[in-house]
């Protein structure tokens, strides 16, 4: 196919990929990129306010997979990357009462480390002894998709799940854990299961291998952040593409197939006007709900199985308080909160004993999450009640007192997917379906993978597939 024009809908972090990935691949093609807001970058916003680096969604990005590290290796900004700072980089577990650190031997479900999962107070006896005979369960045969519920309380038990797999897997996906599909988000532990019949005794060899790359001289500290916030990647992206032709406040309203091309109409969403644009190539990265409207005309089953893939909704609260505030020195990156505790925060990230340079010298950065598909209610409340909620979170995990010297709300709607089970399955229908439409791709957060590497890797597939139609 002759790409002399291609259009990407969506200036997130996928569509800005896309066009980083499209300048290499067709140098000499018009690229233009339709963002229906003021701002670029989609979800990911820094800011900075009263010596804070305020960030509004994502502060991090891990290298592994390493799609986010390679394009900033392209870009020449690794030196620019911050690694966490190792003080006490882990997470803690709220109680009814109090707080414990998450057992250094637990990686999401990949136990490496029996000892100090076994010490834990977080656990009963019996849920230890529970635990161990995960190696005792046969594996499924994976002849059908599983909830994360169902394979977590089938091989751990159901203390174990309520207690750290649930709060542990329910701040990355603010999901229903009942719905949310192990083979769409969590492939690497079934492939464990299925290799190993145990998660144990996969465990057993990750950390056989684990020691000798550290004898190897590998380095561990799997996240980056760029130095002045995840804002930074997309402005260094956008720098890099010259010759793009970047519009924003451009809302993509129809887009419809003529014989050889598509058409696309958008209206400036400041004066009103429409615009007419006519295109070789389409890349859509905006959500499957949104991209299924604008397919509508085009192909009806395709739009109604992209109306099937949902997105939950959260609030984020951010504090900048004085360390003093605190009732107790606290140096953890974050505090999930079990859902069976039924409180309102669903988890708290401290972003400045994450990364240097996110607050003052004496003060500390606090995002808490609220909301999620099991809350969606909480984010309509308004800002003053959500500060509360935060802030009363606070007071009873590190006794936080007085009056916070910054606060932000924020809230994205509709902007976390929710892999649902048969997610896989769904995805795979989509892609065929999409082959029967030259020079039309769909990207982003919706399909493979909800990370930010997940999302460049979808913008780069876009584009290979559509340069070699
Ligand atoms: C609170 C929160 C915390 C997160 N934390 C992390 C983290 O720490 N690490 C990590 O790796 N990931 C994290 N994620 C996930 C990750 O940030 C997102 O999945 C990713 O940034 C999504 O990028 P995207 O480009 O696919 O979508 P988006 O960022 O949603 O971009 C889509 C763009 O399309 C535009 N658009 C919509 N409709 C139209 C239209 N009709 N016409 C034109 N444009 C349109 C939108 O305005 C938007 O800018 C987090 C997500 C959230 C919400």
């Known amino acids: 196919m002759n790409l002399k024009k291609l259009t990407i809908v969506g200036g997130g972090i996928t569509g800005l990929s896309a066009a980083f990935f499209a300048q290499r691949a067709i140098p000499d093609a018009q690229i233009t990129v339709l963002e229906s807001g003021e701002c670029w970058g989609g979800v990911l916003q820094t800011e900075s306010a009263d010596g804070y680096l305020i960030e509004r969604s994502a502060d991090m990005f891990t290298t592994d997979p390493e799609s986010a590290i390679r394009i900033c290796e392209d870009l020449g900004k ?47 006896e019996a849920a230890k002894e529970r635990f161990l005979a995960e190696e005792q369960i046969p594996a499924s045969d994976w002849s059908h998709d599983e909830s994360l519920f169902s394979f977590a309380t089938r091989r751990f038990g159901r203390e174990v799940y309520e207690t750290l797999i649930q709060p542990l897997v329910g701040g990355i996906y603010t999901a229903d854990p ?57 402005r260094w992206i956008m720098e890099s593409l010259p010759k793009v032709d970047f519009q924003n406040n451009s809302n993509v309203k129809t887009v419809a197939k003529t014989k050889s091309s598509w058409q696309i109409t958008t209206i400036d969403s400041r004066s009103g006007q429409s615009q007419q644009i006519e295109t070789d190539g389409l890349i859509l990265t905006t959500s499957a709900k949104i991209s299924g409207r604008l397919l509508q005309l085009v192909d009806g089953e395709l739009a109604k199985d992209l109306g ?16 003093e505030q605190l009732g107790q020195d606290f140096s953890g990156y974050g505090i999930i909160v079990p859902s069976i505790l039924n409180r309102d925060v669903i988890a708290t990230s401290f972003g400045s004993n994450k990364f240097e340079g996110r607050a003052p010298d004496g003060k500390v950065l606090i995002r808490c999450f609220i909301g999620g598909a099991l809350r969606r209610e909480l984010v309509d409340l308004d800002d003053e009640k959500l500060i509360a909620i935060a802030t009363e979170e606070l007071q009873r995990t590190v006794g936080f007192h007085g009056k916070p010297d910054l606060t932000r709300v924020i809230r994205w709607r509709n902007c976390m997917p929710q892999y649902h089970l048969g997610h896989r399955e769904l995805v795979d229908g989509i892609e065929e379906l999409i082959v029967n439409h030259q020079g039309l791709e769909l990207a982003g957060n919706s399909y493979r993978g909800v990370g930010i590497p997940a999302c460049i890797e979808s913008g780069a597939r876009a584009v290979e597939r559509l340069t070699a139609e």
């Open 78 to 124: 690794t030196d620019e990357l911050l690694q966490t700072i190792p003080i006490d980089d882990r997470a803690y577990v709220a109680t009814d009462e109090t707080i414990h650190p998450v057992p250094r031997g637990l990686s999401l479900m990949l136990p490496s480390d029996l000892d100090s999962i076994l010490a834990s107070p977080l656990l009963s």
């Open 178 to 234: 009942a719905k949310l599909s192990m083979q769409a988000t969590m492939a690497r532990f079934v492939a464990m299961e299925k290799q190993h019949g145990s998660l144990i005794q996969a465990g057993r060899i990750a950390k056989g291998k684990a020691i000798q790359r550290e004898a190897s001289g590998a380095r561990y500290g799997m996240f980056r952040a760029p130095q002045q916030g995840i804002g930074e990647l997309i």
């Open 308 to 323: 099937k893939i949902e997105a939950a909704s959260s609030a984020v609260v951010i504090l900048g308080i004085d360390r």
